[in-house]
């Protein structure tokens, strides 16, 4: 797997685990575990007034109770509140099925002090008992041992970089027709980017291998804009980039996350192959070079680097 497609699945992931709450989530472990374990990991469903018997999965080959949580969803009262109802309502069933309990969490900034206080007081309680959390690192380690073939099943399909030095002008093109939909007044002007703009805006390193595949096909773009037979096209797309990313900009979300948001925005219905993922990083990688996505360093700056 080249290093394109792998920061692209890893990113994809990162996006996909900050997008998802609550049932979400959960659907996505479970997807995940079954995938990485066939025919070992059960995903558990309620069943009429018994419910889950205090399980969402299972791992048969290691006796692994999985209890999925959303801890930022609720108040510190009630995560703490569930977890040990869920924990002491699950032994009397599981008692001789389970040598493990896995708290399972979407929470990627990490656990409450609370929280972790909980989970240590039950690992006394329960000392023979292998308890333990899963969060963002755990569930990522499991991911990214899937097969490229699973990994495509579970992301969707993935831009490559030998994809990348074929990509077409159709490809950029087909792309391009879903952003000029969006409804955007001409505004902005469009300004070099320095050459410190990633680290100045805090993206990963997955964003900046993306960045830089796309650039390789950026000037594409930029000839695409220069030769349509509407002067003004280019300007209409620079205005729908611009509001779009103020918009994600006024959420306060994470710089990884307005790019992954951006991917979204540009894709819009047509993201289904290898060529189309490609196409998206270079409109990415021309409008990050030449119009204002993403903040440029000031300009003292630019003068150190």
Same mark, same amino acid.
């Given at each position: 797997? !080249?290093?394109l497609?792998?920061?692209?699945y890893?990113?994809?992931?990162?996006?996909?685990?900050?997008?998802?709450?609550?049932?979400?989530?959960?659907?996505?472990?479970?997807?995940?575990?079954?995938?990485?374990? +066939?025919?070992?990991?059960?995903r558990?469903?309620?069943? @009429?007034?018994? @419910?889950?018997?205090?399980?969402? *999965?299972?791992?048969?080959?290691?006796?692994?109770?999985?209890?999925?949580?959303?801890p930022?969803?609720?108040?510190?009262?009630?995560? $703490?509140?569930?977890?040990?109802?869920?924990?002491?309502?699950?032994? +009397?069933?599981?008692?001789?099925?389970?040598?493990?309990?896995?708290?399972?969490?979407?929470?990627?900034? @990490?656990?409450?002090?609370?929280?972790?206080?909980?989970?240590?007081? %039950?690992?006394?309680?329960? +000392?023979?008992?292998?308890?333990?959390?899963? *969060?963002? *690192?755990?569930?990522?380690?499991?991911?990214?041992? %899937?097969?490229?073939?699973?990994?495509g099943?579970?992301?969707?399909?993935?831009?490559?970089?030998?994809?990348?030095?074929?990509?077409?002008?159709?490809?950029?093109?087909?792309?391009?027709?879903?952003?000029?939909r969006q409804?955007?007044?001409?505004?902005?002007?469009?300004?070099?980017?320095?050459?410190?703009k990633?680290?100045?805006?805090?993206?990963?390193?997955?964003?900046?291998?993306?960045?830089?595949?796309?650039?390789?096909?950026?000037?594409?773009?930029?000839?695409?804009?220069?030769?349509?037979? !509407?002067?003004?096209? *280019? !300007?209409? $797309?620079?205005a729908?980039?611009?509001?779009?990313?103020?918009?994600?900009?006024?959420?306060?979300?994470?710089?990884?996350?307005?790019?992954?948001?951006?991917?979204?925005?540009?894709? @819009?219905?047509?993201?289904?192959?290898?060529? $189309?993922?490609?196409?998206? %990083?270079?409109?990415?990688?021309?409008?990050?070079?030449?119009?204002? $996505?993403?903040?440029?360093?000031?300009?003292?700056?630019?003068?150190?680097?």
């Open positions: 797997m !080249d290093n497609k792998l920061a692209y890893d990113s994809k992931f990162e996006s996909q685990f900050l997008r998802s709450t609550g049932m979400s989530f959960q659907d996505f472990f479970s997807e995940i575990m079954e995938k990485r374990y +066939p025919e070992d990991f059960t558990i469903r309620p069943w @009429g007034n018994v @419910g889950d018997r205090k399980c969402d *999965g299972y791992l048969s080959s290691k006796k692994t109770l999985f209890q999925v949580y959303a930022n969803e609720m108040t510190m009262a009630e995560a $703490i509140a569930k977890i040990d109802v869920d924990f002491h309502d699950a032994l +009397p069933f599981w008692n001789n099925y389970i040598s493990s309990w896995i708290f399972v969490h979407n929470s990627r900034q @990490g656990l409450s002090a609370d929280v972790k206080k909980k989970l240590e007081s %039950l690992k006394t309680e329960e +000392p023979i008992m292998n308890i333990v959390e899963w *969060g963002y *690192g755990e569930i990522r380690n499991e991911v990214l041992q %899937l097969s490229e073939f699973e990994l099943s579970l992301l969707g399909a993935a831009p490559s970089n030998r994809i990348m030095t074929q990509l077409r002008y159709e490809d950029i093109r087909s792309v391009l027709i879903n952003v000029a409804e955007s007044s001409i505004e902005g002007v469009i300004k070099p980017v320095p050459g410190n990633i680290n100045h805006n805090s993206l990963s390193k997955n964003v900046e291998t993306m960045l830089s595949s796309g650039m390789r096909k950026s000037n594409q773009v930029r000839n695409f804009f220069k030769e349509h037979k !509407d002067p003004r096209y *280019g !300007d209409r $797309i620079t729908a980039y611009n509001k779009k990313y103020n918009e994600l900009k006024e959420q306060i979300l994470d710089p990884d996350l307005i790019f992954y948001e951006l991917q979204n925005f540009t894709a @819009g219905e047509t993201r289904s192959t290898p060529e $189309i993922e490609c196409a998206i %990083l270079a409109i990415l990688a021309y409008f990050f070079e030449e119009c204002e $996505i993403f903040e440029e360093p000031p300009i003292k700056e630019n003068l150190l680097r």
